[in-house]
T-cell receptor, first 112, second 112 residues
Framework: EDQVTQSPEALRLQEGESSSLNCSYT??????LFWYRQDPGKGPEFLFT???AGEEKEKERLKATLTKKESFLHITAPKPEDSATYLC?????????????FGKGTKLTVNP | DGGITQSPKYLFRKEGQNVTLSCEQN?????MYWYRQDPGQGLRLIYY???????QKGDIAEGYSVSREKKESFPLTVTSAQKNPTAFYLC???????????FGPGTRLTVL
């Protein structure tokens, strides 16, 4: 069964304290690993797509990396505005249709 | 501005009533999706459509129905057969296979 697991469930950081969020996946025939940011009461906002092991992408204080079994979202010197829930999803092809399998998310709180 | 709109933002329903949630996109995307989000759970796929006049059941389709008469529109009806409809509903669209899904702002449905 295709599965995506995120850890930790929640993470509290002080402003400037760098850390990483983990997304491990067991997906046959991965067709992209996707990261989203979701603020309370809003729809997820797309951040990154990674397609192959070794790939890295960066945006401001965020960097996403991918191995054959997991992805990491590194947050460097976070600010309070980085507080949000971060969602990870694996793309899978089922019956000719592409779908996303989501993890439950990591809720990040950055204190000033 | 291109994007996905969902309406209404909040919806209240009495038990036994059917309600329809609207989703419109002007991104010229072929594929559209409906997800349900509950606290502590990942996004779960309700229905999806790859092209106009065609749609498929997702993982939790029971008690829901959809239509795709136009490329831009993918309304979701929550029927009285859905036993626990209170949730946050998200609509998404995608340009093509391997590409990211873009999400709307969501509709919060509460059953009174």
């Amino acid at each position: 069964e295709d599965q995506v697991t995120q850890s930790p469930e929640a993470l509290r950081l002080q402003e400037g304290e760098s850390s990483s969020l983990n997304c491990s996946y067991t997906v046959s025939g991965l067709r992209g690993l996707f990261w989203y940011r979701q603020d309370p009461g809003k729809g997820p906002e797309f951040l990154f797509t990674l397609y192959s092991a070794g790939e890295e992408k960066e945006k401001e204080r965020l960097k996403a990396t991918l191995t054959k079994k997991e992805s990491f979202l590194h947050i460097t010197a976070p600010k309070p505005e980085d507080s949000a829930t971060y969602l990870c999803a694996g793309g899978v092809l089922i019956d000719g249709s592409e779908k996303l399998v989501f993890g439950k998310g990591t809720k990040l709180t950055v204190n000033p | 501005d291109g994007g996905i709109t969902q309406s209404p933002k909040y919806l209240f329903r009495k038990e036994g009533q059917n309600v329809t949630l609207s989703c419109e996109q002007n991104l010229n995307h072929d594929a559209m999706y409906w997800y349900r989000q509950d606290p502590g759970q990942g996004l779960r796929l309700i229905y999806y459509s790859q092209i106009v006049n065609d749609f498929q059941k997702g993982d939790i389709a029971e008690g829901y129905s959809v239509s795709r008469e136009k490329k831009e529109s993918f309304p979701l009806t929550v029927t009285s057969a859905q036993k626990n409809p209170t949730a946050f509903y998200l609509c998404a669209s995608r340009r093509g296979q391997g590409h990211e899904q873009f999400f709307g702002p969501g509709t919060r449905l509460t059953v009174l």
